[in-house]
């Protein structure tokens, strides 16, 4: 099993994470998040790594771990990550439009997770517990509530502005 | 907890039971069964197929593997309601499967097969898996097929492989209805750090994961007119193969294996037992030399392929540790290219070398370009154990009916020593006996050294008494077991000079090619008694003895570890740390 790495990855910086959770099988997902949050998403190499490093675990457990788990993304998330809720709230109330206006400005067809330029990542979730203010989106941390496609579009634009 | 009696009630009969871990033993032991595709008595229990289902009263519906026993409780195997689970499991799991089973490798032996035909599926009330939804098959290992299409997830192999092997190369990946169990991201099986034993076929209810079969390249050339087909046999298949010709686990079928090779057309059949003579003469000296000289102890065997994978890839650190020694096969098959062209009058081109094998991890081992001389592999071929069953049944032999046959010689003598490889704990014997007498030059009484024996017990110390040094051999089975002797010996807490490692459960009686014997945790201590009942019987018990041995020594080695020895019969490991952080 050769393993290149086009990533590098930063073996001090994956060891630091798991020292600072503790080198243990029951300390998995915690350290999967962290290493998620640092590259925005888990790089095959770096699940080999903990795969290979923590007893009791193997590359393809840590694997089935990340892939069993909607949290963890295999592919390069977008500086960017868009939640749009698809919740039953947020459905009846137009989160359909919504979510393809951010598509159509974004330039990303249904499957696309991240856009070209890697800056915006885009996914929906099944419910933020936030049903007062539907439709609700999420980028990054920030809430913006009761979303139609023109709103979103200039949240947008406000965003692709500052990164210009 | 005591082994005080309890009693349980199964179908209004009272069943007595102490220790059982579960309810399907407590069944089992009263000579009752329930179906089950995930339950493996080696293996912890999953409780994912819902097969076992009994009708528990007072608690409903429960798995009967997963059920630990209580006294008083009454259980109902047969009732309507577990008919109808029973029968709805199998109707999902058929809608999705590859129903090819005609073109199985399985066919016939496929708990799946079995069951639908028990229970009478006749109709699928689910659609058929969608064409879309076929995942391609892998076949890059030298020994395993992986065919996800026919996988039902009992998740046998995962365990098997985390639990006996220790380094789960198999995983479960994904959730709900795309869950696969896989390699590391899908990758081939072939490129991964798998040691190719087998054990995840062993265990496997289906036809998800078969041996890779050589069979079709072995009739090919039993067919050539120009070549001339020798075969060797290792010690374990011979108390295995009459299972599947429903002879009981354990009987030495050697006799009759000898004429059913000659009946398939084989021109020429020896013993691997021969070359585990001539691997003892090699390890034995081996082993005395490096306690002379205090270097590169404790000695690892080298005759499992798996474990020499594993060390190779884990711990190249550790290699000096493993004897140089070819495994008996690998002996074995370069004596006979040397010897047998000359005697038939052939070229070397044209001499075939086969090895029936109880292990799929030979088929791996017989490809090391380490194990190769001018471009041509040593060993042409491996066949499982069950590869040859089935070349018997597909020559239309009546292996029963068959009166026994000797080998041919002189590469088929052998002496108790070589018979008792197979086992657990048997080469560790085997090597005690010659460099007993080789170190102290007197002879060794009792021969039988019962404390290494055993098959159940993964990890065992025995200390010996060399005429006043001491030492210690440890004898291990499983690769998990071996793993912790390499932490012990990494953190010097290791005491002991030998080590000897087999990564099947039990050694290769257990192999990953042997009759399908999942189901039943005896069959292995039971095959194990018929290896040292051939030696009991023997008149030869110590390798040194073999006439055909001490023969090859005096016209053409010389004596063990000589320069023509190494030639032959030792090779050399190489680093191969791969799959690891040391890569990145």
Redesign the interface.
Known sequence: MSVENPHKIDVSKLDEIIESYGAKKSNLIAILQKVQEVYRYLPEDAMIYIGTKIEGLSPATVFGVATFYAQFSLEPKGKYEIKVCDGTACHVRGSMPVLNAIRAKLSMPEGQLTSENGLFSLETVSCLGACGLAPVVVINDKVYPQMTSDAITIVLDTLMKEEA | MTNEIKTLFIDGKEVEFTDEPNLLEVIRKAGMNVPTFCYRPDLTSFGACRMCVVEVEGRGIQSSCTMPPEAGLKIHLNTEKTRRIRKTVLELLLANHDKSCLTCDKSGNCELQQYAEEYGIRKIRYPDKALEDYLPVDDSSPSIVRDPNKCILCGACVRAC?EFQG?????????GSKTVV????G?PLG???CVNCGQCAAVCPTGALTIKSDIENVWKEITNKDKKVVVQMAPATRVAIGEMFGLPAGENSIGKMNAALRRIGFDLIFDTNFSADLTIMEEASEFLDRLKSGQNLPLFTSCCPAWVKYLEEHHPDMLNHLSSCKSPMSMLSPVLAKFVPEQLNISRENLVIVGIMPCTAKKYECKRPELTKDGKADTDYVLTTQELGRMIKEAGIDFNALEPEPNDNPFGEYTGAGTIFGASGGVAEAAVRTAYEFATGESLENVDIKELRGTSNRCRDIELDLKGTKLVVRVVSTLKEAEKSIQDIKSGKAQFAMLEVMACPGGCINGGGQPRSCDNSKTKEIRAQGLYKEDSELSLRKSHYNPSIRKLYNEYLQEPNSHKAHELLHTIYKDKF????K??
């Open positions: 985390t380094h789960s190369v198999l995983g479960f990946a994904n959730r896989q390699p590391m991201n990758r490129q991964v750090d791969t799959g690891s952080y890569d990145i």
